[in-house]
């Protein structure tokens, strides 16, 4: 007998399926992992109303969410989805034509390209500047707590480290900054505020590229323009949407990925000490963070090329599947006792970073970010707790993001 409450039938229709596949998504926001527990034992895949409103596949198991992003079946092209049936977020094309809508071999060129010039070599020539923006940020923090963590420091670090791998001016961050705040969260009551954050970052990043040409520096927007694959370069659309991708994705994900990991480990505070006593554990710490509550519950959807099973489940051709990320890193047949944070467990085969060709390019980067952050952050304050009850703290509402609202903390 499950443990858990059933969420409905996976696979009934009619208006009760609908009203079932709105009530599994209202669970899923409000207490995603007790949620996602119970649909694993109901079963592999199940109809529920997805991130733009519509109905989508909802796939929950390891194995087939492993499976799942390394199906060639399973397309990431809007062209492949049945009209009518997917409303993503509506980008200008020149925004749109970007990795997570690309399959091969369109993929394969940009992501080679995109390879070439976000190389390791590069990505380790930030981590000196990513601590000293850390301690900068943490030197301004008041002489006494609480102080809200997400605003003061997880979510300034990464758009410092992510302006400064574009080579953004300092004295053009502030927009850029803004702009992003809106899209990560954006006001459903106020859609004109997005259109104008688009509509500013679209001009802006034109400009840029336009004058990175003209004269490129040490970065990475200059060394992807330079980029060729067999003699071709770059179109200008396919540079703006690539900006545009590694601002959005390496910005939203850092941040909550940052404000995620401190909420563990100060409501574990076992495994804070472990940390703190033994310095060599920090990697392998971040892996299993990644694991545990994951900023990105859900991968990008996708579009099945034909019928797709998943167990005893068939996925008709076009409708709208969304791997769960969160489920698969907490199932029990992968992970032993998967709700518990150990953080020397071996925690790799995670999928927070993806899995497949569409694996996180800006991967390294993640890690070296989230170590820098809690390992300057734990060091300048020895006694940091949460200031508030882990009850009454608030995370967006969104199933496609995990994120908190705010972080109280006193030191």
Same mark, same amino acid.
């Given at each position: ?36 527990? %119970? ?15 519509? =109905? ?31 409303? &993503?977020?509506?980008? =200008? ?50 002489? +006494? ?39 990560? %969260?954006?006001?459903?009551?106020? =859609? ?24 490129? $520096? ?12 067999? &003699? ?21 994900n850092t941040v909550q990925l940052i404000g995620n990991a401190v909420l ?15 310095? $060599? ?23 099945? !090329? +034909? ?38 467990? %071996? ?18 980067? %993640? ?9 300057? !952050? ?24 995990? $994120? ?8």
């Amino acid at each position: 007998m499950s443990s858990h409450a059933p969420l409905g039938p996976s696979g009934a229709t009619g208006t009760s399926s609908e009203r079932s596949a709105s009530d599994i998504t209202a669970r899923l926001v409000a207490d995603p992992h007790a949620a996602y527990a %119970a649909l694993r034992e109901q079963g592999p895949a199940h109809r529920v109303s997805g991130t733009d409103g519509r =109905p989508a596949w909802l796939v929950t198991r390891y194995e087939d969410v492993r499976r799942g992003l390394a199906d060639p079946r399973l397309s990431l092209d809007k062209q492949h989805a049945l009209p009518g049936n997917y409303a &993503g977020m509506r980008l =200008p094309p020149a925004l749109d034509a970007n990795l997570l809508n690309m399959d091969p071999p369109d993929h394969t060129r940009i992501r080679r390209l995109v390879s070439q010039a976000f190389t390791p070599q590069r990505v380790e020539r930030l981590r000196a500047p990513i601590r000293r923006t850390a301690e900068t940020l943490l030197d301004a923090f008041p002489a +006494e707590g609480p102080v809200d963590l997400v605003a003061a420091y997880a979510a300034p670090l990464p758009i410092v480290v992510i302006c400064d791998l574009l080579g953004v001016p300092e004295s053009e961050r502030r927009d850029f900054r803004a702009w992003t705040d809106v899209l990560v %969260a954006p006001d459903p009551s106020r =859609p004109e505020l997005a259109k104008a954050a688009i509509g500013g970052m679209f001009a802006y990043l034109t400009a840029l590229i336009a004058g990175k040409r003209a004269q490129p $520096g040490d970065d990475l927007l200059s060394a992807m323009i330079e980029a060729r694959d067999e &003699g071709q370069r770059l179109s200008e659309d396919e540079l703006l949407s690539l900006a545009f991708l590694i601002l959005f994705a390496g910005y939203e994900n850092t941040v909550q990925l940052i404000g995620n990991a401190v909420l563990a480990l100060l409501t574990h505070p076992e495994q804070l000490a472990a940390l703190r006593a033994d310095a $060599g554990l920090l990697p392998a710490a971040v892996e299993e963070l990644m694991r545990f509550d994951t900023p990105a519950p859900l991968s990008i959807r996708r579009f099945p !090329l +034909e019928d797709v099973e998943f167990g005893d489940v068939t996925v008709p051709a076009g409708e709208t599947v969304l791997l769960s990320i969160a489920s698969a890193n907490r199932d029990p047949e992968r992970f032993a006792e998967p709700d518990r944070l150990a953080l020397d467990r %071996a925690a790799t085969g995670h999928l927070t970073l993806g899995h497949g060709i569409h694996y996180c390019v800006g991967a390294p980067l %993640a890690r070296m970010e989230t170590e820098i952050a809690l390992d300057a !952050l734990l060091a300048r304050f020895p006694s940091l707790t949460l200031a508030a009850a882990p009850a009454d703290l608030r995370w967006r509402p969104s199933m496609r993001a995990r $994120g908190l609202v705010a972080l109280p903390v006193s030191y």
